[in-house]
Every structure is written in C-alpha cells, then in structure tokens.
C-alpha cells in the first residue's frame, strides 16, 4: 500500500508544478503579447452605411473624424452639402448629414471650417463618401475607443463588406489620416 | 445492418440540428441601412442622350501604364506623358523625362515642356534638355500652355499663374488677390487648377473652388469670367471642378469633372451646348480626367483608371 501513495503523490506534485509552470507562462505570454483593439482602415472603406446600423451599442462607437490639415476649407463642401442643395448655407434642407452632427462655420472669404458633433455623429459615413468625391478625403471613419466595448467579434467587422476593419495594438489605436491630425469635436 | 441505419440517421439529425443553430447564430439579425444612410448621386448619373453629340471611337493606348498628362501639338500630334517618359503618337517616339510630368505643353516649332512638381522642363525639337525653370519651391504645377510669346505655368501650391517669356525670363504672376482690380485670387483645394490660351492670346483659367473660367490678359489683367455651380449637367459639381478644360478652335470650353466624372462643351459664354461623354462612361472613382481638343474637333480624354487616351468625334447627322 506504501508505495502505491508514494507514487500518487509524486503524480499529484507533478501535475500541480505543471499546471503552476503552464499558467506563468501564458500570464506571462498574455501579458507580453499587447492587448488589441477594433479600427478601421480609412483606405479600404467604401461607405456602404453598416457602422451606423451594425454596432452592438445603442448608437454607434464609430465617428467621423476631420483631418483639418488635409481639408480644402471649401465653401461647397461635398460632405456638408447635399448633391441636389439649393444653396450654400447652413438651411437643414442642404444638410447631407442625416443628424445634422457637422457644424459649418465661416472663417474668411470663401474659407468655412467644419467641426463635427461627436454626440450627434452616428457613423453613417455619408459625409466622408462626399468628401472624397468631391473634396481632399478629409473626413473618415474611426472606431472611438472611449466609446466601443470592444467585443472579441466585431458586430461591424462581420457585416462589413470591404473588410476594414481590423485590429490594431491598444497602445496605438487610431488609424489617423494625417500626422498633423487635430480633433475637433 | 439496422444498427447502422440508425447511426446514420442520428448522425443526419444531429448535422442538422447543428448546421441549423450555425445559420440562426450567424444570421444578420440587423436592418440594413437605409437610404438616409447612403450617400448617393445616382439622380445626376442619367444624361438626357439628346444632349450627347459625341461618339467614342478607338482609344490611343500608350506603351506604359498610369498616363498623367496630355497634350496636342499645333500639328497636330499626341503628347502622353507617364512614368519616365512621354510618348508621341502617331510618330511612336519616346522622350525619357526625369519623372513623371505633371502636365506638357509643345508648341508651333515642336518644343516640348513638360512640367513636373515644382519645375519644368524645356525639350529642343532634338530633344535636348534646354531650359529648367522653377517658380518657388512649394509650386505644385498642374497646367503649362504655350504661344509663340509667352511660357504660363498653372501652380496650385501657391495658387498663382506664372507667365514667363520663352527664354524663361520676364516672369509675372497672375492672379494674386486685388479688390481694387476685381481679382478675388485663385482659390484651389485640391491640386486640380487648369489654363488654357485663347486665340487672342489672353489666357484662361480654371478657378476650381469657385467653379470658374477667368480670362487674364497676357499681363495679368482681369479681362471676363463665368461661373456655374451644380450637380446639374449644365453646372460643376463638388469643390473642386472643372478639374481640366480645354478650348476648342471656336472659343468653346471642353470640360472634365472629378466625383461625378463627365465631360461636356460649354459655350464661349458658359452655357451648355453638349455632352461628350456622360458619368455613365466612366469608373465611378477615377480621378483626374484630363481633356484636349484638335483643330477638327476630336476631344481626347486621358483615362488614367483605364491608362487610355479615349477619343470622341461629333456624330454625324
Ligand atoms: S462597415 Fe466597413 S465599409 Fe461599411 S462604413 Fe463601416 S468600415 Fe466602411
Ligand atoms: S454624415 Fe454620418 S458620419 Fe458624417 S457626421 Fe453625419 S452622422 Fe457622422
Ligand atoms: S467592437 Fe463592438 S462596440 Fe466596438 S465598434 Fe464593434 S460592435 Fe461596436
């Protein structure tokens, strides 16, 4: 009987050391590999509409972002005014937005700056696919992490057509269009 | 033999069950977006074919791809400038460059110049390197032309026409912000900024952000102008357009837009006379059609998306 003990407690030692060896290494491993997070690649976009309605919050954790210094202050902006606008002015009826989350704001003639309402902005995307039809690109979409919960499986990134979506190091975790990027929001 | 039977029917039902639960945990449970969210021009896609008064027949293809200027010799020959290198066609003769030129222009004896970002460059008829000139280091060159006098050089960098004499001397600018003489400046936001010279020997320019044509004389003078903007078939659309012109023989203006790409013919006072070719004929995202018209009205167009100059000639009636 002794040395049948013997040997299970010699088994039992054994498993527990490598347990406790194998759960350092992937704490460590875990710890080492940098935690990721969901963004979007603004070259591979294409706009189709689905980070507004596809996201598991309530209203989208995706935004328009502004690169000011790649925007052409234009007074007929592509992604403020709608195609079919009657005029050039602030009227709801020439707004593209369909929350009216960009502010126009006259600078000097004929310079307007464009700001965007985060807390109204629901990631449609409209804006950035007139901006790059007709302006410099200077409107994109991006994931804000202080808002995304970041689920393991991107409700966005499954449905999104032109696979932009992907995942970037949380340490970096914008795709900014510019270097010089400045948010105004 | 029943036992497997048995089996195998479990085994079906269990796959069934399974790929059942896949498909209804994998289904898109969420509406798609709505119009409200899709951006869209296609209302200013459809041109009414009554005002289509050109055919296009077979294209030049040059021997590289991604073509990046263009430009008809007074005889009548084909410049295509790409990677390196312009072609001429018909002759077939290939001028090394040393870059990709912006834009060219040739003028009566055959001189070729060909701009690149912030320099251009001047080809004798032996084309030997004969003449370097460059206006400011953050110039953006985008249009040259070309008469027996004068040398002008659209710059979107500093938003200026440059004009010097064929020696490279004597230059000006045009278009600098003057209240007192009527100048408003050029207003261009995106590198799209085109000239043309009319057979006057005034020069035109495109003032893009306005959505403009302004005549300057060759000194610099503020002569007329015409605007329209719009995403109807008779205006410009975006912020940016026309982003290249040409003037036909009789004064006309060819026109090509970016965003909602087409080109048309405008009348010496602006108005519409007809469309070349609509958005229908082009790929929806190519940018940077370039446009020029021969002395028999044939418009060229440079398609860089499909690397081909396309060709359109009047329907006959
Ligand atoms: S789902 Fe993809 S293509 Fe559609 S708007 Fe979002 S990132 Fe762009
Ligand atoms: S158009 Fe859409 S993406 Fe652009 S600001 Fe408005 S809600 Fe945001
Ligand atoms: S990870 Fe979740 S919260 Fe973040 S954008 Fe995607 S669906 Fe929305």
Redesign the pocket.
Known sequence: MKPLQKQSRRDFLRIAAAALFGGAAWWIARRRSPRMV?QIDPEKCTQCGRCAT????PV???KCFHSYSMCGYCDLCGGYLRPDAHGRNTGAENQLCPTAAIRRKFIEDPYYQYTIDEKLCIGCGKCVKGCGLFGNGSLYLQ?KHD?????SE????RACPSDAFKLVPASDPYLLKSNQEERIS | MSKVKTVLSWFFVILLVMTSAWVFLNRNRRAEPGKNYIYSTEEFQQVDPALIHYVEVEPLVPSFGNPSSLAIAPVGQIYVGGPNCVEVFPDGEKIQVPATPTCLAVDDDGILFAGFQDYILVFSKERKSMLCLSPSKKAYLTSIAVDEKWIYAADAGNRRVWRYNKEGGNPIEIGAKDEVKGVRGFYVPSPFFDLDIAVDGSVWVVNPGYHALENYSSEGRLISSWEKAGFNIDGFSGCCNPAHFALMPDGSFVTAEKGLPRVKIHNPDGSLRCVVAGPDQFDADVTGLDVAADLQGKIYVLDPGRGKIRIFEKKKK
Do not use: K
């Open positions: 969901w596809h996201c598991v919050l989208s954790a995706v994931v808002l995304c919960v970041n689920c991107c409700a966005i990134a």
